[in-house]
């Protein structure tokens, strides 16, 4: 089976400006949650989409919002960016059951860097 | 609150040497605790979780659930094992809770 996809890998953006982020998950996989790696803050979950629902949420301004499409595949959009977005944006998929903690399996992350 | 705590940093040891990558959590109800490894230039991959009860590249964790803690051993480390090591809770929410990452460099 193909692992977790992102796209793209490297992103350079200016303060202000916006980025959208893309995930492919494992086929079969119906979860897509979102972390944000930076050397300060380590890994921090950013959002989880189940069956195109957003079914948890962590502590991020709401600059930071996904989406989830009917094939699983998910999206992540930063708006009116700053130098503190600089970081790589991880996804992850899982079976995502209910009531399930199924294991989550990641991609190669996109590294942002905001100037 | 759920926390997930990793001590150290670094941790240097010989090649041939036991590992212990410490893990401590805090969390009020059952959780999952998982360890991820993170290779040189490679995705974060898992390694293993407590519920299966596995033996990944001779890594091994045992969940204390009275000392909360879930550390990972290894007997005899190899150089191939260096790497930077998460250890993860999930609780009742399916988000991962990382510690910071403990650094294991493996000298020959």
């Known amino acids: 089976k193909a692992g977790v996809t992102q796209t793209p890998r490297y992103l350079i953006k200016t303060r202000g400006q916006q980025v959208t982020l893309s995930c492919s998950p494992i086929s079969g996989h119906r979860s897509v949650s979102w972390y944000q790696q930076t050397p300060g803050q380590g890994l921090q979950f950013l959002f989880e989409?189940?069956?195109?629902?957003?079914?948890n949420k962590g502590n991020f301004p709401g600059r930071f919002s996904g989406r989830q499409f009917s094939n699983s595949r998910s999206e992540m959009n930063v708006s009116t960016l700053e130098l503190g977005d600089s970081a790589l944006y991880l996804c992850?998929?899982?079976?995502?059951?209910?009531?399930?903690?199924?294991?989550?399996?990641f991609g190669p992350g996109t590294r942002l860097t905001v100037l | 609150a759920q926390r997930v705590t990793q001590p150290e940093k670094l941790l240097s040891v010989f090649k041939g040497a036991p590992v212990e990558l410490k893990c401590n959590y805090s969390y009020s109800g059952s959780p999952e605790l998982f360890w991820y490894v993170q290779y040189s230039r490679q995705r974060l991959q898992l390694l293993l979780r407590?519920?299966s009860r596995e033996s990944i590249k001779g890594f091994t964790a045992d969940l204390n659930k009275g000392e909360t803690s879930f550390h990972l051993k290894k007997p005899f480390a190899q150089e191939e094992d260096s790497a930077m090591y998460y250890c993860?809770?999930?609780?009742?929410?399916?988000?991962?809770?990382f510690g910071s990452g403990t650094r294991l460099l493996v000298r020959p």
């Open positions: 989409y189940f069956s195109e629902t957003q079914r």
């Open positions: 992850a998929s899982s079976l995502g059951r209910q009531g399930r903690r199924d294991t989550q399996y």
């Open positions: 993860a809770l999930m609780g009742s929410s399916y988000k991962l809770i």
């Open positions: 407590h519920i």
